[in-house]
């Protein structure tokens, strides 16, 4: 009876770790494409309407739209403050697409397991008698719990430590 309710209970949580997985890969695979660039000076879309030779006139008729209003939104993104539809609307009206992302710090799997290290070794000072195990002793328990933490991906997990 147990070999069967363990099975499905694996069934249930093999396409969340898979898809984690998954998604894991692709972002991994976006950031590469995206390491070490950062926006022009002057913004996306000033740059790139510059670098086609379109006029903010022909931009602002092709989008339908007053020829200030591209200069505000090109004003508006150097300050952070241009919205997602305008990129994209903009981004179409010179004949390409917005594309945006979060690129991670470092590889996802590779957070992860700095994160989970860091939370067992956080772990290891309320674990009674820790001090007095052998530094070999104490270094497997970290690497055993952190396996455990990254299989079961508590609620918690992402919680500071200190």
């Known amino acids: 009876m147990w070999e069967i309710n363990k099975s499905l209970s694996q069934q249930a949580y093999m396409p969340d770790f898979i898809e984690q997985r998954r998604l894991a890969r692709m972002i991994d695979r976006a950031a590469k ?4 660039l950062d926006p022009p ?17 022909y931009v602002a008729k092709r989008k339908g739209v007053s020829r200030n209003a591209v200069y505000q939104a090109e004003r508006s993104e150097k300050d952070g403050a241009v919205s997602l539809r305008q990129m994209e609307q903009l981004a179409a009206a010179m004949g390409g697409k917005f ?9 996802i799997e590779d957070m992860k397991y700095k994160q989970a290290v860091a939370k067992a070794t956080s772990l290891l000072t309320h674990e009674p008698d820790a001090t007095s195990w052998s530094k070999e002793d104490r270094e497997d328990w970290v690497d055993d719990k952190a ?13 500071d430590t200190a």
């Open 99 to 107: 594309v945006y992302a979060i690129i991670p710090d470092g590889r």
């Open 33 to 36: 494409q995206f390491d070490g």
């Open 41 to 57: 000076e002057r913004g996306w879309i000033a740059s790139v309407r510059r670098a086609l030779g379109m006029s903010a006139d």
């Open 147 to 159: 396996a455990e933490l990254l299989h079961d991906m508590p609620a918690n997990f992402w919680e």
